[in-house]
């Protein structure tokens, strides 16, 4: 009796935060009732049971979990057919935007269409979740679309983090007009850069087949740029007004990250511009280090389906500072997100590369050959320990959200045309065989895009009972010949064209306009001159070296779990010495380590967290030095951190 008592207790108190409450029940069961409730902390679904003592049972989809949500409208596939004809299904209606305005619409079916696309965590894996609410209580369709207007308003506003406009929700608000105008949205496109030879060099398609259609969810909008050539991506934000876009999206791995950091540091206004753009990852590459790091940081599955997670960062737009390394060397001034390297793990990088085409595979075998032949490096290694503890460092800012924007990456038709912008590509037309993509139903969509990407989909079509009728006073609502079934939700819930048609050329970039600057604006730096002793609060170690790399970023790979205690704005470099001397058999257990991150209980590895470094390699001496992977000028190298300089997306 207690326990009953508790849940009606708590039953009620959710009817009282109810922002929006309604009953629905499910389209091939009618007896199959479910209480559908919105409110602050998400969209609850309860299924009424029909005994009595019967606990029902209820699932709440987290505002967190939302990404978006659209209203959609029945309309005939065929101009010319009747619904019982050849060119008609009465299973699987199309579905179009619900400001459609071209006619013929399906005089039949006066439903209007909600669609709640949500990625909810299950057992470590992050499920795609749709729910589709039919709202049929009335004969018109304008009254149905106004009913799910109101929720759309509703849900929009919660995923945006602002406030609902209360008097909206209310029954007595019939202005529909006023309903779809104050949905929050975002003004600005993002900025979208990709690397079409990252990885295995599949980064085009796995854009267009595994990120677009989330962002079509989530109504964004995007230019996007395919590099050409190395620096690319470094010289276009260099010279670009990045004043149209409101975020920066990488595709590729670290190495695009890193070229358009540096360029954002050599413009100047770089201030403005790297505090206004955060910076979004989407990993294509054989590492993806700073894309783990983010997920690590959140606790998100990364490793299921990397650019599902990644995906989700940029759709939900939670802002965090990241910190960045201020690196000089006697050429060039550099700034790094990821880490320096010395010897060991900077030979594995660059000399793998000639292996790049079995992908994240190549840093395994060449693993096994340098610890075959094994080198050491002869030089100085100084350092600025860090004076406070540790432990209550890293605490990050608080999260933001962006609105999202209107959304015509895709074939629906829409009525406010001239409010609507598209996403560009301005590398023409994606190079692959379109017809590999063309589907014939949203259900066939929705298949070829989870195939391979561990996405477990789950969908609820639900329909509302006809009491809303009888409550307001309005007439009851004319059944439909058939209903809307979407046993796997297309993106764009439409059956036409074909997926990359979405993408059209608008210009192609003038690669004259990228000229190359070796001048790096930026913070300037505190330490003295390379060439200058350190001051004596320095800690100096001379000798032969294994390997030594400043990382500041959790994991310097996928795999990588390189400082365990390391976070995206903790203002540490952690500085990882190994010194000549450890036999070959530590040195495979630390490599075996990096996995698990008990690399650092190994004899000989020894993990300082500091403030600044240099390296100084003998003169004599022979090497590579790697800033995030990219091999820069061997000789003497300084960095220092530069806390918070950045902003990320995370998920």
């Known amino acids: 009796m207690r326990k009953d008592a508790e849940m009606s207790q708590a039953a009620e108190e959710q009817r009282k935060d109810a922002i929006l409450e309604e009953t629905f029940y499910v389209?091939?069961?009618?007896?199959?009732v479910y209480r559908v409730r919105l409110s602050e902390r998400g969209l609850s679904l309860r299924k009424e049971s029909h005994c009595g003592n019967a606990a029902s049972k209820t699932e709440t989809i987290r505002v967190d979990d939302i990404v978006g949500c659209r209203c959609m409208r029945s309309k005939r596939r065929s101009a010319g057919s009747c619904a019982c004809g050849p060119g008609a299904s009465r299973g699987q209606p199309r579905l179009v935007e619900s400001t459609e305005t071209v006619q013929p619409s399906d005089e039949y079916d006066s439903s209007a269409y909600l669609y709640v696309y949500a990625y909810t965590l299950k057992r470590r894996r992050r499920e795609r979740m749709t729910v589709t609410l039919r709202f049929r209580s009335f004969d018109r369709y304008e009254d149905n679309l106004r009913e799910a207007s109101r929720w759309r308003l509703a849900?929009?506003?919660l995923v945006a983090g602002e406030p609902i406009p209360k008097p909206y929700m209310s029954p007595a608000h019939r202005n529909l007009q006023s309903l779809l105008s104050a949905c929050p949205t975002e003004l600005k496109n993002l900025l979208v850069i990709l690397n079409p030879k990252s990885g295995?060099?599949?980064?085009?398609?796995?854009?267009?087949?595994?990120v677009h259609p989330i962002l079509s969810e989530a109504e964004l909008t995007y230019d996007l740029y395919i590099t050409r050539h190395s620096n690319y991506a470094r010289d276009l934000v260099r010279t670009r007004d990045l004043g149209q876009w409101s975020g920066l999206v990488l595709v590729g791995g670290d190495g695009i990250v890193f070229e358009a950091i540096n360029g954002l540091l050599q413009r100047p206004d770089w201030d403005t511009c790297i505090k206004r753009l955060p910076i979004g990852v989407i990993p294509c590459g054989s590492g993806n280090g700073l894309a783990k790091s983010i997920a690590f940081s959140k606790g998100e599955p990364f490793d299921q389906n990397p650019m599902l997670i990644s995906a989700l960062s940029v759709v939900r737009r939670r802002l965090n500072?990241?910190?960045l390394v201020r690196v000089e060397t006697r050429k060039q001034t550099l700034f790094s997100f990821l880490s320096v390297g010395w010897g060991f793990l900077a030979d594995i990088d660059i000399e793998s590369e000639r292996l790049r085409a079995i992908g994240g595979q190549r840093f395994t075998v060449w693993s096994l050959a340098r610890l075959i032949n094994l080198r050491t490096y002869k030089g100085v290694v100084s350092y600025l320990a860090c004076e406070a503890q540790t432990n209550g460092l890293g605490k990050s800012n608080g999260d933001a959200r962006i609105s999202h924007s209107k959304s015509c990456g895709d074939d629906l038709d829409h009525s406010f045309a001239s409010e609507i912008r598209e996403?560009?590509?301005?590398?023409?037309?994606?190079?692959?065989d379109e017809r590999a993509f063309e589907v014939k139903d949203e259900c066939d969509y929705a298949e070829l895009q989870d195939k391979g990407r561990g996405v477990v989909t789950e969908t609820l079509a639900l329909e509302t009972s006809g009491n809303e009728a009888a409550t307001t006073g309005l007439r009851r609502r004319c059944d439909s010949f058939y209903s809307a079934r979407s046993r796997k939700s297309a993106y764009f819930s439409t059956g036409s064209g074909s997926i990359s048609s979405t993408y059209h050329s608008v210009e192609d970039l003038n690669d004259s306009n990228l000229e190359s600057s070796n001048i790096t604006y930026g913070p300037p730096s505190s330490l003295p001159a390379l060439t200058t002793k350190v001051p004596s609060s320095w800690t100096r170690i001379e000798g032969e070296f294994i390997m030594v790399q400043a990382a500041y970023q959790s994991h310097l790979g996928q795999d990588c779990l390189f400082a365990p205690q390391a976070k995206l704005n903790d203002g540490i470099i952690w500085l990882l010495i190994i010194k000549a001397g450890i036999s070959r058999t530590n040195l495979l257990q630390f490599l075996l380590g990096f996995s698990t991150g008990s690399h650092l209980s190994c004899p000989n590895v020894e993990m300082i967290p500091v403030r600044a470094f240099r390296i100084e390699p003998a003169e004599d001496s022979s090497g590579l030095l790697t800033v995030d992977g990219e091999q820069v000028d061997y000789g003497p190298l300084q960095g220092e951190i530069f806390p918070s300089l950045a902003t990320v997306m995370c998920p």
């Open 27 to 32: 389209s091939s069961k009618r007896n199959t």
């Open 155 to 157: 849900v929009k506003c």
């Open 200 to 210: 295995l060099g599949r980064g085009r398609e796995a854009f267009q087949r595994r």
């Open 321 to 323: 500072r990241m910190d």
């Open 423 to 432: 996403s560009r590509s301005f590398d023409g037309m994606f190079d692959v």
